[in-house]
C-alpha cells in the first residue's frame, strides 16, 4: 500500500533523487539527466484530450525546447500497453506509473476542481472538439471509458537541474494549468549559466 505524502512536497530548491524511469518505448531515460535540465510534466490518463492539446504544443516547439537545453520526460497515470496507442509519434519520453507511485512522491494530486474550475471549460471545450474532429478523421482515438487512475488529476511542472536541484516547480490548480511553451523556455533560459568570456 502506498504512503501518502504530503501535498506539494517539492518546491524550487528542493532536490531528487537520481533514477532511471523505462519509458512506454522500453528505454531508459534520467531524471535528473547528467547534461541537461528535465521538464518532467504529469500529464492524465492515455487519450485524455486535454492533455494532447498541451502536448501538441509541445510537439510543434519541441527543436526549440531542445536548443534550449532541456529533455522533455511526461508522466501519465495509464498502463504502458494503453500508452502506446497515443504516444507513438510524440518526439519526447513518455513514461506510465499506472500505481501512481510518481505522483504520489511529488504530491501530485486529484481533485474535483480539475474540471470544475470556470478556467478549465474552454480549453475542455476545444480538446473535445479537436479530438473528437481527429477521431472521425481517424487520427486519434477515444481514450478507454474505463480509467483506473480516475479522471481528475492535476497537472504538474518540474524543472530539474543535472545535479537534481529543483529550478522551478508548479502543480495545477485545475485541468489547463500548466506551464506553456512560453514559459518553459523562459524558466530554461534565465536558469542557463552565464558564458564566461574569454581569458585576456
Known amino acids: 500500500m502506498l ?8 518546491r524550487s530548491g528542493s532536490t ?4 532511471h524511469m523505462v519509458t512506454v518505448s522500453g528505454d531508459l531515460v534520467a531524471v535528473p539527466d547528467s547534461e541537461r535540465l528535465v521538464h518532467l510534466q504529469f500529464r492524465r490518463f492515455a487519450g485524455c484530450p486535454v492533455c494532447h492539446l498541451h502536448l501538441r504544443s509541445v510537439v510543434r516547439r519541441h527543436a526549440e525546447i531542445e536548443a534550449a537545453g532541456v529533455r522533455e520526460v511526461v508522466v501519465f497515470h495509464s498502463p504502458a500497453e494503453e500508452l502506446r496507442r497515443y504516444a507513438a509519434d510524440l518526439p519526447f519520453a513518455v513514461v506510465a506509473d499506472p500505481d501512481k507511485r510518481l505522483y504520489v512522491e511529488f504530491g501530485v494530486e486529484s481533485a474535483p476542481r480539475a474540471l470544475l474550475s470556470p478556467r478549465a471549460w474552454g480549453p475542455v471545450v476545444r480538446a473535445v472538439l479537436r479530438g473528437g474532429w481527429e477521431v472521425l478523421r481517424g487520427r486519434e482515438r477515444l481514450p478507454a471509458t474505463s480509467q483506473p487512475g480516475g479522471r481528475l ?19 495545477g490548480e485545475h485541468v489547463y494549468d500548466q506551464w506553456p511553451v512560453d514559459e518553459l523556455l523562459h524558466l530554461a533560459s534565465s536558469h542557463r549559466p552565464a558564458a564566461h568570456p574569454p581569458a585576456q
Open 3 to 10: 504512503m501518502r505524502m504530503p501535498a506539494r512536497p517539492i
Open 153 to 171: 488529476g492535476l497537472p504538474a511542472d518540474f524543472l530539474i537541474a543535472p545535479g537534481g536541484r529543483v529550478l522551478a516547480a508548479k502543480y
Open 16 to 19: 531528487v533523487a537520481d533514477r
